[in-house]
């Protein structure tokens, strides 16, 4: 069976061939970190029945996408591969057998307005949301998903009551200042940027609480995340214990926070990354049951990167000097809406800088999509 490393590169390389165009623009040898479209669809085929289905689903709707925005239907049958891994997981759904007459419908659809792909994105997740539900023999109607918008870029797809945009900036205060001062670094390349918006229906805040936790994106996503969790905070003026040891865990249930030390590890294409974030989660109205809740917002953004490993370099410092991010979940007249937002830029290892711009376009929408999956199954 494939291995967890081959798993998360066999997603990613998915990901990087929908992309692939813009991304060979930045970096003409980035393809070589990459599999084969056919060896990824290999390697995610090969599971055992037990297995979780998550980077499958995440594969079919983001080919589904990607289909729809270039037309080639040389990817039908890569879809259809992966489509029978899901039948089989799914055995139990009424309607798993349909799933390819529901994905020939989207591609048959006349509309090829610049919003097609995101709806067709929208309608494949719908579909694999309706199997999950059956399968699952799940209490009540399942959610509906109304609307979906995706952007590269800072803006976000689209605001609510006349809101705009985060102004916010590329840095971040430097917590540990007395440990080692920061070392900043003047880029020519523009950090990676992403947005999107997705309105559900037939769901409430509530339902939506545990899966926009931070502290759980290591179970629940761990096609990227190693380790995430809140740090004990630091005595005053305390330096860095350590920049290869990662910091201690703060184990006590917390509702909300603000202003907290996060620690993540997340991998990217054979490199993992240590992250210090400054964050904060947030439940309104304050004190409210959860039946009451009427927004969740989570924000972060990077104080330091620790280091960055990979089996062949070994630890080295530093690697990622832009990370920033969040959701914002509200309800709305029509449901509840959520928007995701990430932002985020490589410097190390230097001699793949341009490498490393061009995977960030494939980690932001991979990011910003696992988040949605998170709420969606």
């Known amino acids: 069976?494939?291995?967890?490393?081959?798993?998360?590169?066999?997603?990613?390389?998915?990901?990087?061939?929908?992309r692939r165009e813009q991304i060979e623009r930045l970096s003409v040898t980035v393809s070589r970190r990459m599999m084969p479209l056919e060896t990824?669809?290999?390697?995610?085929?090969?599971?055992?029945?037990?297995?979780?289905?998550?980077?499958v689903r995440m594969a079919v709707v983001d080919l589904v996408r990607t289909?729809?925005?270039?037309?080639?239907?040389?990817?039908?049958?890569?879809?259809?591969?992966?489509?029978?891994?899901?039948?089989?997981?799914?055995?139990?759904?009424?309607?798993?057998?349909?799933?390819?007459?529901?994905?020939?419908?989207?591609?048959?659809?006349?509309?090829?307005?610049?919003?097609?792909?995101?709806?067709?994105?929208?309608?494949?997740?719908a579909h694999m949301q309706r199997i999950h539900h059956q399968h699952h023999k799940k209490d009540g109607e399942p959610l509906t998903i109304e609307r979906h918008e995706s952007r590269s870029g800072k803006a976000p797809p689209f605001a609510l009551d006349g809101e705009k945009a985060d102004a916010s900036t590329d840095t971040a205060p430097d917590l540990f200042a007395a440990d080692r001062p920061r070392q900043e670094q003047e880029l020519s390349r523009p950090p990676a940027s992403g947005t999107s918006g997705t309105l559900f229906q037939n769901v409430t805040v509530k339902a939506f609480l545990d899966a926009l936790d931070p502290r759980k994106w290591t179970d629940h996503a761990p096609e990227l995340w190693n380790a995430s969790y809140l740090v004990v905070p630091p005595a005053a003026g305390a330096p860095l214990r350590s920049r290869k040891d990662p910091p201690e865990e703060d184990k006590a249930a917390k509702q909300r926070w603000v202003d907290r030390l996060f620690y993540e590890d997340v991998h990217v294409l054979g490199y993992d990354y240590r992250n210090l974030l400054l964050s904060s989660f947030s439940r309104k109205p304050e004190g409210a049951p959860d039946e009451e809740l009427t927004s969740i917002e989570f924000e972060y953004r990077e104080v330091d990167c620790l280091n960055h490993e990979s089996k062949i370099f070994g630890i080295r410092d530093g690697g990622i000097d832009v990370d920033r991010g969040g959701a914002i979940c509200r309800a709305v007249d029509k449901g509840v809406h959520v928007e995701f937002s990430k932002t985020?830029?490589?410097?190390?290892?230097?001699?793949?800088?341009?490498?490393?711009?061009?995977?960030?376009?494939?980690?932001?929408?991979?990011?910003?999509?696992?988040?949605?999956?998170?709420?969606?199954?």
């Open 67 to 125: 289909r729809a925005g270039n037309g080639r239907s040389r990817l039908d049958r890569h879809i259809q591969r992966l489509t029978g891994t899901l039948k089989s997981h799914y055995s139990e759904a009424p309607q798993v057998d349909f799933l390819d007459e529901a994905f020939t419908r989207i591609f048959d659809r006349a509309d090829r307005s610049p919003q097609y792909p995101d709806d067709a994105y929208r309608e494949a997740l």
């Open 344 to 377: 985020v830029r490589f410097t190390e290892p230097a001699f793949a800088q341009s490498e490393l711009a061009a995977l960030s376009k494939v980690l932001v929408p991979l990011t910003l999509d696992s988040w949605l999956h998170l709420l969606v199954f």
């Open 40 to 55: 990824a669809i290999d390697v995610l085929e090969a599971r055992e029945s037990k297995d979780d289905v998550r980077d």
């Open 1 to 18: 069976m494939p291995s967890v490393e081959q798993r998360r590169k066999a997603l990613t390389s998915i990901y990087f061939h929908g």
